[in-house]
């Protein structure tokens, strides 16, 4: 298996512009997980989608934010628009259930300068 | 929200040595997993414990989970340069509309020299 597929691995993009992170989770896991990790906060939930649907996003930092998983294979998150204090990794895990064990993706380091 | 203290935040020590990593929260956890991540990658499932004073051997890695399910320990024994990397606790608890939230914690940074 091919694992939890990320993209961009990196992204530098300057204040106020659209940011886009796409997620691919691993075939026949129904729910997937966006996380962001800063030097300062550490690991932090921003979302989780089960069966395609935000069941909790009350990890999503402000309206800027927005997460969408059109089909069971894909999910976006996205900035908009970007500021410097978005700069992190972003990770991507799903879980073949709500309640089993989580497979992180490689992860979107984000720069906004 | 649960607060995950991790202790010490960085480790550096020489091939050979044994070390122990500690999590600490002043909430009782359902269950709590240890992840082992390395630069550039995400964090990779190390061990799940659910039962107060649990204990799991994962090779040379020994896990313990508190009687009072409120801390656990991770001890290595004669660690090894391939045990270099960031150790994280996660702790579970169960989300409103169903499935886990896993906060984690601060964090132990761990370098093994030759």
């Keep these: 298996d091919a694992g939890v597929i990320q993209s961009p691995r990196h992204e530098v993009t300057e204040m106020g512009q659209e940011v886009t992170l796409r997620c691919k989770p691993i075939s026949g896991h129904n729910s997937l997980f966006w996380y962001r990790q800063t030097m300062m906060r550490g690991l932090e939930l921003l979302i989780y989608f089960n069966n395609n649907v935000p069941i909790d996003d009350s990890g999503m930092p402000e309206d800027r934010f927005s997460a969408k998983m059109p089909n069971a294979s894909f999910s976006t998150l996205k900035i908009q628009p970007s500021e410097p204090r978005d700069s992190a990794v972003y990770f991507c895990a799903s879980s073949r259930d709500a309640y089993e064990k989580l497979f992180f993706g490689s992860g979107t380091q984000l720069s906004v300068l | ?114």
């Design chain 2, 1 to 114: 929200t649960q607060l995950l203290e991790q202790s010490p935040q960085f480790l550096s020590i020489q091939e050979g040595e044994n070390l122990t990593v500690y999590c600490n929260s002043s909430s009782v956890f359902s269950s709590l997993q240890w992840y082992r991540q390395e630069p550039g990658e995400g964090p990779v499932l190390l061990v799940t414990v659910v039962t107060g004073g649990e204990v799991k051997k994962l090779k040379r890695l020994t896990f313990q989970f508190g009687d009072a399910r409120k801390d656990s320990s991770l001890h290595i024994t004669a660690a090894q340069p391939g045990d270099t990397g960031l150790y994280l606790c996660a702790a579970t608890s169960i989300l409103t509309g169903g499935g886990n939230k896993l906060t984690f914690g601060t964090g132990t940074q761990l370098k093994v020299e030759l």
